[in-house]
């Protein structure tokens, strides 16, 4: 089994002007990826707005991705509220030649009980497989906090392709019981960027995260120096990245982020509702506050043109 280690971006799905899918910035991605290292790209997950896409524009957002992400892994989240939208989803990313996919628990008819979960998934991963599959476990947006630990458990018993989880809930200790599953068996693949120091300590290896498309070169100080023990440094390079996500949650995460793509230089495009978009104000304000700790960035922030 493939263990992913690394930075893991979560890809933004662009946007024309009109809210439209836009593919043309991908391959310009894919080579920023590329610069910083990443050994994977996770498309349309929570970061790529999978919600608010059509199943069409998923399939050919991941298809866009296959073609330009040479030498990178593509992992296609496939989840949805709908079972099988979700199963077209997986055969359609093993058609393509995707490494691996994940899905989400469905958000508006929840899932109960672990099994029920379980349940859901099955036929999801069955439809991908032998393509890894990896439960995202991300509670504080889909409303189903089940105990993580055993839900691996209960995968990894009736998916033989089970790999592990996208784990982005909030429960550390959940996520030690995870690690500990079969000797560290499972990939973690860490989803909190501004808490990846903590998760580091606990044994993670890999994170999959949104700011790692624009802010890798701080997180990759951050595993550097906790890699050579330097606790204090790491801790540092930690906060910093803290302060920025503080403006992230000042101005509505995802849509900041997305905008921020555009102050390096990529423009991504808005956000589709029911999120606003950012006026140009608004982006001026961001680049304001985040333009004193350009460090943490993986090119130069600069305001576009008439911004």
Not at 5 to 10: Q, S
Not at 101 to 117: E, F, I, M, N, Q
Request: aromatic residues 8%; contains cysteine.
């Amino acid at each position: 089994m493939k263990h992913y280690t690394g930075l893991i971006p979560a890809a933004y799905t662009p946007c024309r002007a009109d809210g439209e899918l836009n593919l043309e910035p991908i391959p310009e991605l894919a080579r920023l990826y590329a610069e910083q290292r990443a050994p994977a790209v996770f498309v349309c997950g929570s970061t790529g707005e999978c919600h608010s896409f059509t199943r069409e524009e998923r399939m050919r957002t991941a298809e866009a991705w296959l073609a330009a992400a040479a030498g990178m892994d593509v992992i296609v989240h496939v989840g949805t509220n709908c079972q099988r939208d979700a199963i077209a989803l997986a055969q359609h990313a093993k058609a393509i030649g995707a490494a691996a996919v994940a899905a989400l628990a469905p958000s508006y008819h929840r899932p109960a009980t672990v099994a029920d979960l379980v349940e859901f998934m099955r036929p999801v991963a069955a439809a991908a497989a032998p393509l890894p599959f990896y439960f995202y476990d991300i509670p504080q947006m889909t409303g189903v906090a089940l105990p993580a630990d055993r839900v691996l458990r209960q995968c990894a018993a009736v998916i033989p392709t089970s790999a592990g989880i996208k784990f982005s809930g909030p429960d550390l200790m959940r996520l030690q019981a995870c690690l500990g599953i079969e000797n560290g068996r499972y990939d973690l693949l860490y989803g909190s960027d501004e808490n990846l120091l903590a998760a580091l300590a606990l044994g993670v290896r890999g994170a999959v995260g949104s700011t790692f498309n624009y802010a890798a070169p701080v997180y990759h100080r951050v595993v550097d120096a906790f890699s050579r023990g330097d606790l204090a440094a790491a801790r540092a390079e930690q906060r910093k990245s803290v302060a920025h996500v503080e403006v992230l949650f000042e101005h509505g995460v995802l849509r900041t982020g997305k905008a921020i793509m555009s102050l390096i230089g990529i423009d991504c495009g808005p956000i589709r509702p029911p999120f606003r978009p950012v006026e140009a104000e608004d982006l001026r304000a961001i680049y304001d506050k985040l333009s004193p700790h350009g460090e943490i960035f993986a090119r130069q922030l600069r305001l576009p043109s008439g911004g």
